[in-house]
């Protein structure tokens, strides 16, 4: 019994030890004042080395970087930058090169074939919130939900994340200028008024100069994100899953409302309001169009984006005016949103395996998020040198701004720190007083559609997705421009969806839905 007690006690040391030589928020060290302890024990205790991977695009340029040298210094480790870019990371995987921390992107299916392969390591839910609960309190407040997208065979595969911009829509803008020359004097509240307003920026001259040259809008012409408003006001994403009137789970595309929406865009491609050139048509197409002049109405952008149009609409001589979500079918303003969940940050299998790096990581993270010093310098880099506080927020200054080699030069940016805006707290160091009330003034009152289940990983979306997306992509093209009855041709193409797949991924949609909500 002695023996026991004393190994008990020698436990809680190494763990107390272990504890004070991460800076990580509640549970670990997080201010200046605390450095000497912290000190003492880094000249006890080895370095930890972590062999990381967390962004395949902004990859610092060199090793030994200065934002890397911050981080080792700071937390007592060794880092590995791995460098693999999206071109080669799955094959360094394969080749047994596997990073303690994973890149961000990785898809949901990605998860799963990782998590079935024995390449990534599952954690448990309550040792994250036992050791980030600073950043375990913002993402359930952004969606409770987000635990659920980490969820595979019965485990957690990883440190939930949150894409804060999500929890907004997309939001139309207007050339006020054309609006005033149709008799407008504000941005259409319904979708009976936005229709005449496509007719009429097409058909009466709404730049002036006595040519018919000009479209309301135009779109992307296959996949998620093309005519968000149109869809939105019958109260459907085409491509989400949504529930429907039984309980069960059904696919936006199938629904009555995207059948309807389907209808009045048939209708307006006959009668030659709709830009044909809509099926070849980009966001960077779409965007030059506005910029030229061309079309009337931007649909594709959510408020950051108009944010940083509104220097090339100065430049261009645009006003633009914000609209809403249109009342339409759907009986209330409603906005297109891809929503805040994701695929959450993964670690190897090591790392399962390795307590004390396993603790290392997530105290880490945990003190990236929740101390300013340490969000600012692997988020902005250095203050004076690469940015500088303006009214509370972070301004990036030349040549960093415009020079993304330069920002790789000393390491910061979304490499170091894998939960950058991932953060409610530190949100507030990406908005000037500017930029936070042109987000509030335009997403107020908007309410969003999205996806009821979110990136989840399905077996049968891996199985079925690259034939039942082209499948609609083909139906709801030739639905737009032929003259076929959709009443009749909507029918035939469900059937063909649900034959091809769907109605297997249905039933699994629906059971990963109610075995949610059970649990809840």
């Known amino acids: 019994m002695k023996d026991r007690k004393r190994l008990i006690v020698a436990a809680m040391l190494s763990m107390s030890l272990l504890a004070t030589a991460c800076s990580g928020g509640s549970n670990g060290v997080n201010s200046e004042t605390n450095a000497p302890s912290q ?35 700071k937390y007592n480790v060794k880092i590995v ?30 998860m799963v074939n990782y998590a079935r392969q024995g390449v990534i390591a599952s954690i448990s839910v309550d040792e994250i919130k036992q050791y980030m609960p600073s950043y375990v309190a913002d993402v359930e ?95 459907v994403n085409p491509y989400q899953f949504m529930l429907a009137a039984d309980g069960t789970v059904t696919w936006g595309g199938l ?9 009045l865009l048939q209708k307006w491609y006959k009668d030659g309001v709709l830009d044909p050139e809509f099926l070849t048509d980009n966001n960077d197409t779409i ?4 910029n030229n002049k061309k079309i009337g109405i931007l649909d594709y952008m959510m408020y950051h984006h108009l944010f940083n149009q509104k220097e090339a609409n100065a430049a261009n001589g645009i006003e633009a005016v914000y609209g809403k979500g249109l009342v339409g079918p759907a009986g209330k303003s409603l906005a297109m949103s891809n929503g805040a969940l994701q695929v959450p940050l993964l670690f190897g299998a090591q790392v399962e395996k390795d307590e004390k790096k396993r603790i290392k990581i997530l105290q880490i993270l945990e003190d990236l998020v929740s101390s300013d010093d340490a969000y600012l310098k692997t988020v902005f880099g250095t203050e004076g040198v690469s940015y500088e506080l303006k009214d509370g927020a972070a301004e990036a200054l030349e040549p960093y701004k415009s020079d993304t080699n330069k920002m790789l030069e000393l390491g910061y940016g979304g490499y170091y720190n894998p939960l950058g805006e991932r953060s409610l707290k530190m ?16 997403n107020a009152g908007n309410e969003l559609i999205t996806d009821i289940l979110g990136p989840t990983p399905l077996e049968a979306k891996s199985k079925y997705s690259a034939t039942l997306n082209p499948l609609q992509d083909e139906y709801y093209v030739k639905a737009i421009i032929g003259t076929d009855d959709i009443d009749k041709t909507f029918e035939e193409f469900k059937e063909n969806w649900l034959r091809s797949g769907g109605k297997d991924l249905l039933e699994e949609a629906t059971k990963v839905y109610q075995e949610r909500q059970a649990a809840k």
């Open 81 to 110: 930058n791995m460098r693999a870019t999206d071109e080669n990371f799955k094959v360094k995987v394969s080749a047994g090169e596997i990073p303690d921390i994973f890149p961000q992107n990785i898809s949901e299916g990605d």
């Open 255 to 263: 629904s009555d409302q995207a059948k309807e929406a389907l209808k």
């Open 427 to 442: 949100w507030k160091y990406h908005f000037s007083a500017e930029k936070l009330a042109f987000r509030d003034t335009l």
């Open 141 to 235: 407040a952004v969606d409770p939900n987000a635990w659920d997208i980490g969820l595979y065979d019965g485990k957690n595969w990883g440190v939930p994340r949150v894409w804060l911009n999500g929890s907004y829509g997309f939001i139309p803008a207007y050339n006020g200028a054309w609006l005033k020359a149709i008799g407008y004097n504000e941005p259409p509240k319904t979708l009976e008024e936005y229709e005449d307003v496509v007719y009429k920026f097409r058909n009466n001259d709404p730049d002036g100069n006595g040519q018919k040259d000009t479209y309301a809008f135009t779109t992307r012409g296959t996949g998620n994100q093309q005519f968000n408003e149109i869809y939105a006001a019958h109260g």
């Open 287 to 290: 965007t030059q169009k506005w």
């Open 39 to 73: 000190t003492n024990v880094q000249e006890q205790e080895a370095p930890i080395e972590l062999t990381i991977n967390p962004s395949t695009w902004f990859i610092p340029t060199n090793d030994g970087n200065e934002v890397q040298k911050y981080i080792e210094e």
